[in-house]
T-cell receptor, first 112, second 110 residues
Framework: KAGVTQTPRYLIKTRGQQVTLSCSPI?????VSWYQQTPGQGLQFLFE???????NKGNFPGRFSGRQFSNSRSEMNVSTLELGDSALYLC???????????FGPGTRLTVT | QKEVEQNSGPLSVPEGAIASLNCTYS??????FFWYRQYSGKSPELIMS????GDKEDGRFTAQLNKASQYVSLLIRDSQPSDSATYLC??????????FGSGTRLQVQP
């Protein structure tokens, strides 16, 4: 089976802009979660989607949003980018019946 | 107090030795426990999951869980230089939102 894919892999944006990141889960996986990884804060949960519904959300401002499509692919959006949003954004997918989450390669976002 | 605590290391072991990585968690309702390996510049890779008290073995890896002590560990037998990485402990309280420790950096010396 192909793994989780994320696009783009690298992104450079300017403060104030917005960005959309994409994630395609492992075939058959219906749950998609997003995480942010920074050297200072480590890995932090952003939100989780299942069957196009957000089931859980982490402690991030409203500038961070996401959605899931009927084919389980997911996107996350960050509006009004801040320098502190520079991070590795990771998507993980899991089968509905199991708890193991499998990560994609991530999108490295740099905000200048 | 952090929800999931790990010693940041580095933990240095000689090739062929047993590496022991430890993790404690604060939320007693935690249900699922995971160990991920992350090489520098790469994304986390799931290596073990454990859900009930006791030991779970998979190849050279053994995960140990003690819910009464809120403690989970990972043993790596016959450590290889390729095992050198950061090991992340992750805990799920049932909401499918993993809480990660800050990771332990393991160095296996040839």
């Amino acid at each position: 089976k192909a793994g989780v894919t994320q696009t783009p892999r690298y992104l450079i944006k300017t403060r104030g802009q917005q960005v959309t990141l994409s994630c395609s889960p492992i075939s058959g996986h219906r749950s998609v979660s997003w995480y942010q990884q920074t050297p200072g804060q480590g890995l932090q949960f952003l939100f989780e989607y299942f069957s196009e519904t957000q089931r859980n959300k982490g402690n991030f401002p409203g500038r961070f949003s996401g959605r899931q499509f009927s084919n389980s692919r997911s996107e996350m959006n960050v509006s009004t980018l801040e320098l502190g949003d520079s991070a590795l954004y990771l998507c993980a997918s899991s089968a509905s019946s199991r708890y193991e989450q499998y990560f994609g390669p991530g999108t490295r976002l740099t905000v200048t | 107090q952090k929800e999931v605590e790990q010693n940041s290391g580095p933990l240095s072991v000689p090739e062929g030795a047993i590496a022991s990585l430890n993790c404690t968690y604060s939320d007693r309702v935690s249900q699922s426990f995971f160990w991920y390996r992350q090489y520098s510049g790469k994304s986390p890779e799931l290596i073990m999951s454990i859900y009930s008290n006791g030991d779970k073995e998979d190849g050279r890896f053994t995960a140990q869980l003690n819910k009464a002590s809120q403690y989970v560990s990972l043993l790596i037998r016959d450590s290889q230089p390729s095992d050198s990485a950061t090991y992340l402990c992750a805990v799920d309280t049932g909401r499918r939102a993993l809480t990660f420790g800050s990771g332990t950096r393991l160095q296996v010396q040839p």
